[in-house]
T-cell receptor, first 112, second 113 residues
């Protein structure tokens, strides 16, 4: 079946550092991939998405790149802020499917 | 902006009680979802509805039921709450043609004592 694997957390960075969170997946066909963020005490919010191979998406200063040849979907941000401290989830849906498969989440802490 | 609201942020119930969790979305989305989120287990899908009165079991439907009488509202029902149902419950919605772009409510933290 489909699955998503995220890099182990927690991740701790200093403010203004460069952020990369890695995600790899197993799926049949050509899935769509998504990043979600969950701030403390809140629900999940959609970040970048990519709907085809070698697609790049950006949202709220984050950029995500989908690499079909390595079945990966990495999230990056050039300069993180304390307010980016949250849990980040990678997710996929098969083309035409309605449901998402989520990774386990990566907890990110940014220190001032 | 899409808005998904849940009836309570925090709820405390006793074992054996019948519990209703309500979710409302204002974007005319066809799909609605109920998840539970537990430390170390991530998000798990309980039930999914793709239309009014239509539902599909997710990964962990045991002990839960759902109701969708109107397009904008999706209810999760715990017929007889148990302590192992203490969890964070998240509702989400999406358009049918964009199933992966789900919009989440703020969550209900349910404690069953």
């Amino acid at each position: 079946g489909n699955s998503v694997t995220q890099m182990e957390g927690p991740v701790t960075l200093s403010e203004e550092a460069f952020l990369t969170i890695n995600c790899t997946y197993t799926a049949t066909g050509y899935p769509s991939l998504f990043w979600y963020v969950q701030y403390p005490g809140e629900g999940l919010q959609l970040l970048p998405k990519a709907t085809k191979a070698d697609d790049k998406g950006s949202n709220k200063g984050f950029e995500a790149t989908y690499r079909k040849e390595t079945t990966s979907f990495h999230l990056e941000k050039g300069s993180v802020q304390v307010s980016d401290s949250a849990v980040y989830f990678c997710a996929l849906s098969e083309r035409g499917a309605q449901k998402l498969v989520f990774g386990q989440g990566t907890r990110l802490t940014i220190n001032p | 902006d899409v808005k998904v609201t849940q009836s309570s942020r925090y709820l405390v119930k006793r074992t054996g009680e019948k519990v209703f969790l309500e979710c409302v979305q204002d974007m005319d989305h066809e799909n609605m979802f109920w998840y539970r989120q537990d430390p170390g287990l991530g998000l798990r899908l309980i039930y999914f509805s793709y239309d009014v009165k239509m539902k599909e079991k997710g990964d962990i439907p045991e002990g839960y039921s759902v109701s969708r009488e109107k397009k904008e509202r999706f209810s999760l029902i715990l017929e007889s709450a148990s302590t192992n149902q203490t969890s964070m419950y998240l509702c989400a919605s999406s358009f049918a043609y964009r199933g992966g772009e789900q919009y989440f409510g703020p969550g209900t933290r349910l404690t069953v004592t």
